[in-house]
């Protein structure tokens, strides 16, 4: 068994594996200490978040939207319109990082006691943007939110497509250790575009 941090712990606990898991490999948690383990694991924020890249007009400073297909239909409630995204990015442009932000458990407290710290504040999240393939640090902001959030991030994009395929957009909350989420958005142009049709990707967990 791997459980590489905690993020998957939570993920394990809401889905109701984590104890079953712990029994097939055996590890002696009587009825109290699973109490105690539930306790502690239903504070955990649990915070689905996503990030996309789109493109910005400088000149009218606004967001440049994807159109939804005509042809969709939503038949499913918790389906997604299908959209258009444009095709190229410019180098060295402004871009704009679309994060959306979602409590999963909206009856859930997000109220902090942590040592050193004189009053019960409220969990808040940091945004990371980064192009890791040169070490560089893009873009960090604070947010807070009580159940969902969507803010848009105007950043300049690297001057060298070659060298940097990807930004890394990060999540990391400012309470929690280990609860940390990373997306990558892909930089790409018309040469790689067709067959990409999307550059929104879902999250996965770091340490």
Same mark, same amino acid.
């Given at each position: 068994?791997? @459980?590489?941090?905690?993020?998957?712990? !939570?993920?394990?606990?809401?889905?109701?594996?984590?104890?079953?898991?712990?029994?097939?490999?055996?590890?002696?948690?009587?009825?109290?200490?699973?109490?105690?383990?539930?306790? @502690?694991?239903?504070?955990?924020?649990? !915070?689905?978040?996503?990030?996309?890249?789109?493109?910005?007009?400088?000149?009218?400073?606004? !967001?440049?939207?994807?159109?939804?297909?005509?042809?969709?239909?939503?038949?499913?409630?918790?389906?997604?319109?299908?959209?258009?995204?444009?095709?190229? /990015?410019?180098?060295?442009?402004?871009?704009?990082?679309?994060?959306?932000?979602?409590?999963? %458990?909206?009856?859930?407290?997000?109220? *902090?006691?942590?040592?050193?710290?004189t009053k019960i504040k409220d969990a808040s999240w940091w945004i *990371?943007?980064?192009?890791?393939?040169?070490?560089?640090?893009?873009?960090?902001?604070?947010? /807070? /939110?009580?159940?969902?959030?969507?803010?848009? @991030?105007?950043?300049?994009?690297?001057?060298?497509?070659?060298?940097?395929?990807?930004?890394?957009?990060?999540?990391?909350? %400012?309470?929690?250790?280990?609860? %940390?989420? @990373?997306?990558?958005?892909?930089?790409?142009?018309?040469?790689?575009?067709?067959?990409?049709?999307? *550059? %929104?990707?879902?999250?996965?967990?770091?340490?």
């Amino acid at each position: 068994m791997c @459980i590489r941090d905690s993020c998957q712990i !939570v993920d394990l606990y809401k889905q109701g594996r984590l104890f079953a898991l712990l029994d097939k490999y055996k590890f002696d948690i009587d009825g109290r200490k699973r109490e105690e383990i539930s306790q @502690i694991l239903d504070t955990i924020p649990n !915070v689905s978040f996503r990030a996309s890249l789109l493109n910005y007009d400088s000149e009218k400073c606004q !967001v440049i939207e994807p159109e939804k297909k005509d042809e969709f239909k939503i038949d499913n409630p918790n389906a997604r319109p299908k959209l258009d995204y444009p095709k190229e /990015f410019e180098e060295g442009v402004e871009a704009c990082v679309r994060v959306h932000l979602k409590k999963e %458990d909206p009856e859930q407290s997000w109220r *902090v006691e942590m040592k050193r710290y004189t009053k019960i504040k409220d969990a808040s999240w940091w945004i *990371v943007i980064a192009n890791e393939s040169q070490d560089e640090l893009v873009c960090v902001k604070r947010l /807070f /939110f009580k159940h969902k959030l969507k803010r848009d @991030i105007v950043i300049d994009l690297p001057q060298d497509f070659e060298k940097c395929k990807k930004l890394s957009v990060m999540l990391i909350s %400012d309470s929690y250790i280990g609860l %940390d989420q @990373i997306n990558s958005c892909l930089l790409y142009t018309s040469d790689a575009a067709d067959d990409l049709l999307c *550059v %929104d990707l879902g999250g996965r967990r770091i340490i």
